[in-house]
């Protein structure tokens, strides 16, 4: 159970919001519609925040190279995305090539998770990766032939010829 947690939660982080670098990790801005937005809503009720929530890049235009660092509310970085080459296609998609993404649980465990073709969607936060996906953690790898990873429910899914090897079951109770 605390496999799938681990899992719901480095998937859930590492499509946080956002802040495209190319260079240098930086904390991750808040924009200022974004926090008029949850200034004006009643009980922390964040539905509406995906809508404003976007990677500041060109449409159609190729990024290589790009890093994209997601830093909790204490400072510490809890992920970061790397892609060989990161294009916008329109409003809502962001095809990603060879996506390595490291991303930490609350426990300290590292997740190294690689998407070598990937599609991220910014209106619901959703990445797909159609070829290939490996999640990989010091005491577990999961490979399969497709990957879905829900950011705001904290659901991730593996499909197709799905293998699993546990290197150790200390952590599995």
Do not use: C, W
Not at 126 to 152: A, M
């Amino acid at each position: 159970m605390r496999f799938f947690a681990s899992l719901l939660l480095a998937s859930s982080v590492a499509l946080s919001p956002l802040a495209a670098q190319e260079q240098k990790p930086q904390p991750s801005p808040q924009p200022e519609a974004r926090k008029e937005e949850k200034s004006k809503k009643k009980g922390g009720d964040d539905s509406g925040a995906a809508k404003d929530f976007d990677i500041p890049m060109p449409v159609n235009v190729p990024v290589k190279g790009i890093q994209i660092p997601h830093y909790g509310e204490n400072g510490q970085l809890i992920m970061l995305m790397n892609a060989d080459v990161a294009r916008k296609t329109d409003d809502t998609h962001i095809e990603m090539e060879n996506l390595k993404i490291d991303a930490y649980s609350d426990d300290g465990k590292k997740f190294y998770i690689e998407l070598p073709k990937s599609v991220f969607n910014l209106e619901n936060r959703v990445l797909t990766g159609n070829d290939r996906v490996l999640i990989r953690r010091e005491d577990f790898e999961i490979r399969g032939d497709q990957g879905e990873f829900e950011t705001k429910t904290r659901f991730a899914k593996v499909i197709g010829n799905v293998q699993m090897i546990i290197y150790s079951a200390d952590n599995f109770q």
